[in-house]
């Protein structure tokens, strides 16, 4: 007997085959058998490696993308769109979905007036780098080989966020192919909704972005820097950062990392938009807070494009920044781990119970990533976390099977939920996220499906968590 799943899968190949069949463009689309599938299948988690795609279309224009959503939308196949592949739940990757892969539209092109046109394809560091030849920066993530899209229309918390806002604060416009196959420019002033959607309503959800437009600002020295505390000053620490950083300037954005185990790593680390002699007072003020001289203290005054380097562990130069996986020629390494997250929504009353929760939590890394400033100030976006001091993310590594990991990253994400709330950062998408829909989204939530269900009233991009 042929199982259920087997016809689907049939079925999808039978849909995307269309795509050769009836369009006059040239779409390159890569299938099961094909010497290149094993690669061009593959997202950044090693876990998901399993999951086969009925077909990757690895589109260059606006137009392809047309064509890939005509024929999902025709055929009720599966699609979706993919450009770094972070996607926690391995959405990006889906077993018998028509993956759109959106790399080939990367290009860049700086303006005069200091907006920049983004490629939805494009990967952050190769932003940077483009932003830096041109004089010009603005707020994104850390890792160098996340999408822009991905991170843009989850909200996109950053290393400057405090001093300029969040990614999606800088958005202008964007042009989106919407399931009914258009190719749409969306602003303030076109489809406002979908425009107000886009900002913080999560990728997947409304249609596929093929480019974006971005506000930059002109480029400066930024000062990076880390302290490494022992792990005796864990308890002393939470209690005091939220209050320390929440009277620092908006040039101070940090972030509080902790490991796991009975001796923890524990440092705090960031950026300020500043010199090193401002920055100086206000790192001596935490550390007098804290009550425990830090094991390492760096300040470093660099360049936007080396304090990127710096946040994301590589080197332009050496292929370190590209991805080694999916054609993409370069030499950073794949991850395997899952992650969740929390929003720090109030001032922690009890360091003592959440240093447990880090320190309890096996296998895992924590971050607290400050928020405030420019992001509590940000526009009318469907973001719903601006009040918040920051968001909280937890990852575990795989080292005791994905399983374990999982069932631990459970526990931790819901003893965070006792002590901040039932919310999370949809950028951290976790798949076993109790009421995910009302976490990720808060007060957004039922604007974001009304839009889902007026620009995708035949649900043609339905996913576990998708709002269509």
């Given at each position: 007997?042929?199982?259920?799943?087997?016809?689907?899968?049939?079925?999808?190949?039978?849909?995307?085959?269309?795509?050769?069949?009836?369009?006059?463009?040239?779409?390159?689309?890569?299938?099961?058998?094909?010497?290149?599938?094993?690669?061009?299948?593959?997202?950044?988690?090693?876990?998901?490696?399993?999951?086969?795609?009925?077909?990757?279309?690895?589109?260059?224009?606006?137009?392809?993308?047309?064509?890939?959503?005509?024929?999902?939308?025709?055929?009720?196949?599966?699609?979706?769109?993919?450009?770094?592949?972070?996607?926690?739940p391995?959405?990006?990757?889906?077993?018998?979905?028509?993956?759109v892969?959106?790399?080939?539209?990367?290009?860049?092109?700086?303006?005069?007036?200091?907006?920049?046109?983004?490629g939805?394809?494009?990967?952050?560091?190769?932003?940077?780098?483009?932003?830096?030849?041109?004089?010009?920066?603005?707020?994104?993530?850390?890792?160098?080989?996340?999408?822009?899209?991905?991170?843009?229309?989850?909200?996109?918390?950053?290393v400057?966020?405090?001093?300029?806002?969040?990614?999606?604060?800088?958005?202008?416009?964007?042009?989106?192919?919407?399931?009914?196959g258009?190719?749409?420019?969306?602003?303030?002033?076109?489809?406002?909704?979908?425009?107000?959607?886009?900002?913080?309503?999560?990728?997947?959800?409304?249609?596929?972005?093929?480019?974006?437009?971005?506000?930059?600002?002109?480029?400066?020295?930024?000062?990076?820097?880390?302290?490494?505390?022992?792990?005796?000053?864990l308890?002393?620490?939470?209690?005091?950062?939220?209050?320390?950083?929440?009277?620092?300037?908006?040039?101070?954005?940090?972030?509080?990392?902790?490991?796991?185990?009975?001796?923890?790593?524990?440092?705090?680390?960031?950026?300020?938009?500043?010199?090193?002699?401002g920055?100086?007072?206000?790192?001596?003020?935490?550390?007098?807070?804290?009550?425990?001289?830090?094991?390492?203290?760096?300040?470093?005054?660099?360049?936007?494009l080396?304090?990127?380097?710096?946040?994301?562990?590589?080197?332009?130069?050496?292929?370190?920044?590209?991805?080694?996986?999916?054609?993409?020629?370069?030499?950073?390494?794949?991850?395997?781990?899952?992650?969740?997250?929390?929003?720090?929504?109030?001032?922690?009353?009890?360091?003592?119970?959440?240093?447990?929760?880090?320190?309890?939590?096996?296998?895992?890394y924590?971050?607290?990533?400050?928020?405030?400033?420019?992001?509590?100030?940000?526009?009318?976006?469907?973001?719903?976390?601006?009040?918040?001091?920051?968001?909280i993310?937890?990852?575990?590594?795989?080292?005791?099977?994905?399983?374990?990991?999982?069932?631990?990253?459970?526990?931790?994400?819901?003893?965070?939920?006792?002590?901040?709330?039932?919310?999370?950062?949809?950028?951290?998408?976790?798949?076993?996220?109790?009421?995910?829909?009302?976490?990720?989204?808060?007060?957004?939530?039922?604007?974001?499906?009304?839009?889902?269900?007026?620009?995708?009233?035949?649900?043609?991009?339905?996913?576990?968590?998708?709002?269509?």
């Amino acid at each position: 007997m042929v199982s259920r799943r087997a016809l689907l899968h049939t079925a999808a190949l039978g849909a995307v085959s269309a795509l050769v069949g009836k369009s006059t463009m040239d779409v390159q689309l890569i299938r099961p058998g094909d010497a290149a599938y094993s690669d061009a299948k593959l997202g950044y988690f090693t876990q998901y490696d399993a999951q086969r795609p009925s077909a990757i279309a690895r589109v260059a224009s606006p137009a392809d993308v047309q064509r890939c959503v005509e024929i999902a939308r025709a055929e009720r196949t599966r699609i979706t769109a993919r450009c770094g592949g972070h996607s926690y739940p391995g959405y990006s990757t889906a077993d018998g979905a028509l993956v759109v892969d959106v790399r080939g539209l990367d290009r860049i092109d700086v303006r005069a007036d200091g907006t920049a046109e983004v490629g939805a394809g494009v990967l952050l560091m190769d932003l940077y780098v483009a932003l830096a030849n041109a004089g010009r920066m603005m707020p994104a993530g850390t890792c160098a080989t996340v999408g822009i899209s991905g991170l843009t229309l989850g909200g996109g918390i950053g290393v400057t966020a405090r001093q300029f806002g969040l990614t999606c604060d800088r958005l202008v416009s964007a042009r989106i192919v919407t399931p009914d196959g258009v190719h749409r420019m969306v602003s303030a002033t076109e489809h406002a909704d979908l425009f107000w959607a886009l900002r913080g309503g999560g990728g997947g959800n409304f249609g596929i972005v093929t480019s974006f437009v971005f506000r930059t600002e002109p480029a400066r020295n930024l000062t990076t820097f880390t302290l490494v505390f022992p792990s005796a000053a864990l308890v002393s620490l939470l209690g005091v950062w939220p209050d320390w950083q929440g009277k620092a300037p908006d040039a101070l954005t940090s972030t509080v990392g902790v490991g796991s185990g009975s001796n923890p790593y524990v440092e705090v680390g960031g950026c300020f938009a500043g010199t090193p002699s401002g920055l100086k007072p206000l790192l001596d003020d935490l550390v007098r807070r804290v009550g425990a001289q830090p094991t390492s203290r760096r300040e470093t005054e660099q360049s936007f494009l080396a304090a990127m380097e710096r946040f994301a562990w590589c080197k332009v130069g050496d292929g370190s920044c590209k991805p080694s996986w999916n054609g993409g020629g370069g030499r950073q390494s794949r991850g395997s781990y899952v992650a969740t997250s929390r929003m720090l929504t109030k001032p922690i009353t009890d360091p003592q119970k959440l240093a447990e929760v880090f320190r309890n939590t096996p296998n895992s890394y924590n971050m607290i990533d400050a928020l405030g400033g420019a992001v509590g100030r940000g526009p009318a976006t469907a973001f719903p976390h601006r009040g918040a001091l920051a968001s909280i993310q937890v990852e575990l590594s795989l080292q005791a099977g994905e399983a374990n990991a999982r069932r631990a990253m459970g526990v931790a994400r819901d003893e965070l939920g006792k002590m901040f709330g039932a919310n999370g950062y949809v950028n951290y998408l976790d798949p076993q996220m109790p009421d995910w829909a009302q976490a990720y989204y808060g007060s957004s939530l039922t604007g974001l499906r009304e839009v889902a269900r007026k620009y995708d009233p035949d649900r043609v991009f339905t996913f576990a968590q998708g709002l269509a």
